[in-house]
């Protein structure tokens, strides 16, 4: 029998395609020469006359799936850098450690390799986790903060209060690391807001074996370092103006989460509600968030005396 034609790897080919023509190079940086290497996505040509901009990605294939739709608004005002974190893509390290520290000193360490001494960033889920930590621990390269549905203000004792769908980590493994169609659906039934249910199930296996196995303990590893002894009383107040986007409906990391976030940041961050969207936004969702993005980024720093008298926006 014929095997199910595989559309993650010629979209990944496209994707390649894509970045390249939009003016985006693939680097790879060895860090330090120990045993850490890095994949980004960065300029072809530097251009001095604009501001820098970083994606982080979340849990994914790379960064190059995640944010393809977002280069291609932000190519034409930004210095783009596009990073894999350790264990997506092409980076990868023989180190144990698995905390988002330090994969925010190994994306510092790429950024400090190209030139770029300030930027703003901007963070999704898993990856908001590593762009507030690169915010902490390097205050003087993060200009900007851009948050998306990260739960970073979650305290290990969260899940056992009944915060989560998930009662123990095993379980919340088994539905973001997906091994079978079966674990896909249910992925997809958590992550969006009245998803579509009708991707094939030869799709879903094609995505699952092209992302492979081969970093499913380092990921787990990951998961369980986000949660592990987490407590607010340990989460930095990083003083960079701050935009925390949240989904409505994040099943994932609960609303409540982004609230407890933006009183964390007493004043310096604002908070923007994206109505009927879950954790994973769809197409519409996405254009709204590009636009609030864009306003936070282009516009002049945000003062924190302006950033207090900003009120919750919910969009409508």
Same mark, same amino acid.
């Given at each position: ?144 903060? @851009?948050?998306?549905?990260? !739960? ?5 004792? /969260? *899940? ?6 998930? #009662? %123990? ?103 923007? @509600?994206?109505?009927?969207? !879950? ?5 519409? /969702? *996405? ?6 993005? #864009? %306003? ?21």
């Amino acid at each position: 029998m014929a095997e199910c034609f595989s559309f993650s790897g010629t979209y990944d080919r496209w994707l390649r395609f894509s970045y390249s023509w939009m003016g985006l190079k693939s680097t790879t940086t060895d860090l330090s020469g120990d045993g850490t290497v890095m994949h980004c996505w960065v300029p072809k040509t530097y251009r001095p006359n604009k501001p820098n901009l970083l994606l982080v990605h979340g849990l994914g294939a790379s960064g190059m799936w995640q944010w393809n739709a977002f280069v291609s608004r932000f190519i034409e005002r930004f210095n783009v850098y596009v990073p894999d974190l350790l264990f997506f893509g092409d980076s990868y390290t023989n180190r144990p450690e698995r905390t988002e520290q330090f994969q925010a000193q190994c994306v510092a360490g790429v950024l400090k390799a190209e030139g770029v001494r300030k930027t703003a960033v901007v963070g999704a889920s898993y990856g908001g986790f590593v762009a507030y930590s690169l915010a902490a621990q390097f205050p003087e390269m993060v200009e900007k903060l @851009v948050l998306w549905g990260a !739960g970073v203000c979650m305290e290990e004792k /969260d *899940m056992e209060d009944g915060m989560f769908q998930v #009662k %123990s980590m095993d379980e919340a493994v088994s539905i973001m690391l997906p091994q079978t169609p079966e674990k896909m659906k249910e992925l997809i039934k958590v992550v969006f807001y009245k998803p579509v249910m009708t991707i094939p199930t030869c799709f879903m296996q094609d995505f699952i074996d092209f992302m492979g196995t081969e970093h499913l303990q380092e990921w787990t590893g990951l998961l369980n370092a986000l949660h592990k002894d987490r407590k607010m009383s340990n989460l930095p107040k990083i003083t960079q103006p701050t935009l925390i986007i949240w989904g409505e409906y994040d099943r994932l990391f609960p609303m409540e989460l982004g609230h407890r976030l933006k009183r964390h940041l007493e004043g310096t961050a604002q908070l923007v @509600v994206i109505k009927d969207c !879950g954790h994973a936004p769809n197409g519409r /969702d *996405m254009k709204e968030i590009y636009e609030h993005m #864009k %306003s936070f980024l282009v516009d002049p720093l945000l003062s924190p005396k302006k950033a207090n008298q900003t009120k919750d926006q919910k969009v409508h």
